[in-house]
């Protein structure tokens, strides 16, 4: 049963415009929360993470936002540019540290 | 130099053949991990080692099995390969931050069992 969910397998966006990926969990005890970014042949990329005391963290052109009533996270690329292009997996993780991942959002920014 | 690398990063191989994929990292970190991603289904967990001499099953570790040679080493072994093995393996390194731990993942290795 998976516990992360991602239910926008894609998504399309013109550059400069925002990009919002969203997120969803069921295991109330995840208490920190990542995203991950994948080009083609490589491997997953840190991108950003929040820890559940807080419901917001920005670095940059990236900001994720946390919800925990509603058991929701969400990704924010502002202004999203064609680098951007790639696959975005968010990830949980509770007292065991071990991550459960989402399937994963393809992003594509046109030009 | 990668923090984290996989040797092979493609191999095909044949049912019923025993095959190794290796991954080093020179992080330092204590815990490492072994990942098949599969399309439609993210990444998922097939062993972790938090040290030297201490080894876990993951949420998929059925026809696997893993070493941990040293700190900055860990395999993962086939015994006996099948078609459904095919897929994306990604090896990973944690740290602890302090409000959670983020890990960092090698390259990946492509495998096809024919």
């Known amino acids: 049963d998976q516990q992360v969910k991602q239910n926008s397998p894609s998504l399309s966006v013109q550059e400069g415009r925002i990009s919002i990926l969203n997120c969803d969990y069921t295991n109330s005890m995840f208490d920190y929360f990542l995203w991950y970014k994948k080009y083609p042949a490589e491997g997953p990329t840190f991108l950003i993470s929040i820890s559940s005391i807080k419901d917001k963290n920005e670095d940059g052109r990236f900001t994720v936002f946390l919800n925990k009533s509603a058991k929701h996270l969400s990704l924010h690329i502002v202004p999203s540019q064609p680098g951007d292009s790639a696959v975005y997996f968010c990830?949980?993780?509770?007292?065991?540290?071990?991550?459960?991942f989402g399937a994963g959002t393809t992003v594509t920014v046109r030009a | 130099d990668a923090d984290v690398t996989q040797t092979p990063r493609n191999r095909i191989t044949k049912t019923g053949k025993r095959i190794m994929l290796e991954c080093s990292q020179t992080?330092?970190?204590?815990?490492m991990y072994w990942y098949r991603q599969d399309p439609g289904l993210g990444l998922r967990l097939i062993y972790y080692s938090f040290d030297v001499k201490d080894i876990n099953k993951g949420e998929i570790s059925d026809g696997y099995s893993v070493s941990r040679q040293a700190q900055a080493k860990f395999s993962l072994s086939l015994e006996s390969a099948i078609p459904n093995q095919t897929a994306l393996y990604f090896c990973a390194t944690s740290d602890y931050s302090g409000s959670g731990e983020t890990q960092y993942f090698g390259p990946g290795t492509r495998l096809l069992v024919l």
């Open positions: 992080k330092g970190h204590d815990r």
């Open positions: 990830a949980a993780s509770g007292s065991n540290y071990k991550l459960s």
